[in-house]
Structure formats: structure tokens, C-alpha cells
């Protein structure tokens, strides 16, 4: 089946160690996106990609960076993990009209717990 | 600008009762979808639905009913004989013709379906 996955489903990091996360989807969809969510929180939006063009959120620090080394995986990496980066981390695909009309489609997300 | 309001935080039904969940939204684009994802315990976000703002015809799907109604800016969801599996975080979205590739996130309403 066509899904978007991600790796691992669960990360434990130490304070300051950098940890990458990973997604890959077999929809072919041009966009990729990558949500921080906490607790009783709306996903927020830390970029995306359109194809290759990266677009960062304003308010996205500077700690998390991310790759698209390809149509089909993302990643996003976060440089120095601090205690308030703990969260779930979910990717999403859709594919890119550009006028508001597709869906998103999201990955099982991946929980990171920072020690 | 645009925003996702839903007034209801959490909600408690027993099972088998009808339950509707409040979205509310506001937007300046004449052309905008909005969506209803399904966020059970383990974190996926699940697509339910999407509309688009010149189908206000209402949906039905199982014992899922959306009812979309431009003149009031609302798409409520409604759950006939709710189920135990129904337990969830329900979150609402609304993108439109200058978000692009976006979507806004209601905060979320949080389902308990007590047995």
C-alpha cells in the first residue's frame, strides 16, 4: 500500500546529541512536510519542501535543519536536542497544486524523548 | 487571515450516543477546503475528510456525518452511535487558495467514549 513512513516510531536522545529522524513515502507527492506536536497541542509546521525548495516557518528555530535527498525520503535533523524538543514529530506528503486543494497525508510520527 | 476555532476542548459521551464536534472557521479566500483528521492514541493522524467551499452539500459516511454551512462559517462533524474506537483527538483545517501548499489547524477536540 501507498503510505508514508517514518523512522523509528519512538527516539530517545541525550541533552545536546544531535538525532536525525526520517521519512519516506511511496505516493510520489512532491511536498513533504515535518510537524512538531506536543501535548494537547495542534501539529505546528516546521518546514517543507516543495520538489527541492525548502521552505522554513518563521518561527522555526535554528536547531532543526532538514534534507530531502530525494522524491521519496526527508529528513529532519535536530542539531542540539534540548529538553523542550521533546515532542512527536510527524511528516506529511501531499501532492503540491499550489492552490490550497490537496490533502495531507501523514506518517505514524515519531516520539522523541530527550533525557 | 485565517483560523480554525474549535470550542470544544474535550468531550465525554457514552457509547452509543450521537456526539457533534464544533469546527468554525474564517478565511478572506473565496476558494478554500477544509478537512477533519482523526488523532487516536497512538498519534496517527488520520484524514477523514475534505470539502470544498463551493459544495455545501452534507456528507455522510458510516456513522460519520459532516454538515457544511457557508452562511454560518461552520463544518461540524457528527458521530451516530459512537463506539469506544471513536476515542480520539479530532482536529479540524481550513487551507484556501493563498495558503498555498498549508493547511491551519484547529486546536483540537479531544473524544472520550466511556463503555
Known amino acids: 500500500d501507498a503510505m508514508v513512513i517514518q523512522n523509528p516510531r519512538y527516539q530517545v536522545t541525550q541533552f545536546g546529541k544531535p538525532v536525525t529522524l526520517s521519512c519516506s513515502q511511496t505516493?510520489?507527492?512532491?511536498?513533504m512536510y515535518w510537524y512538531q506536536q506536543k501535548s494537547s497541542q495542534a501539529p505546528k509546521l516546521l518546514f517543507h519542501y516543495y520538489d527541492k525548495d525548502f521552505n522554513n516557518e518563521a518561527d522555526t528555530p535554528d536547531n532543526f535543519q532538514s534534507r530531502r535527498p530525494n522524491t521519496s525520503f526527508c529528513f529532519l535533523d535536530i542539531r542540539s536536542p534540548g529538553l523542550g524538543d521533546a515532542a512527536m514529530y510527524l511528516c506529511a506528503t501531499s501532492r503540491g497544486s499550489g492552490r490550497g486543494t490537496d490533502t495531507q497525508y501523514f506518517g505514524p510520527g515519531t516520539r522523541l524523548t530527550v533525557l | 487571515a485565517q483560523k480554525v476555532t474549535q470550542a470544544q476542548t474535550e468531550i465525554s459521551v457514552v457509547e452509543k450516543e450521537d456526539v457533534t464536534l464544533d469546527c468554525v472557521y474564517e478565511t478572506r479566500d473565496t476558494t478554500y477546503y477544509l478537512f477533519w483528521y482523526k488523532q487516536p492514541p497512538s498519534g496517527e493522524l488520520v484524514f477523514l475528510i475534505r470539502r470544498n467551499s463551493f459544495d455545501e452539500q452534507n456528507e455522510i459516511s458510516g456513522r460519520y456525518s459532516w454538515n457544511f454551512q457557508k452562511s454560518t462559517s461552520s463544518f461540524n462533524f457528527t458521530i451516530t452511535a459512537s463506539q469506544v474506537v471513536d476515542s480520539a483527538v479530532y482536529f479540524c483545517?481550513?487551507?484556501?487558495?493563498?495558503?498555498?501548499?498549508?493547511?491551519?489547524f484547529g486546536p483540537g477536540t479531544s473524544l472520550s467514549v466511556i463503555p
Open positions: 483545517a481550513l487551507s484556501g487558495e493563498t495558503s498555498y501548499d498549508k493547511v491551519i
Open positions: 505516493l510520489n507527492h512532491n511536498v
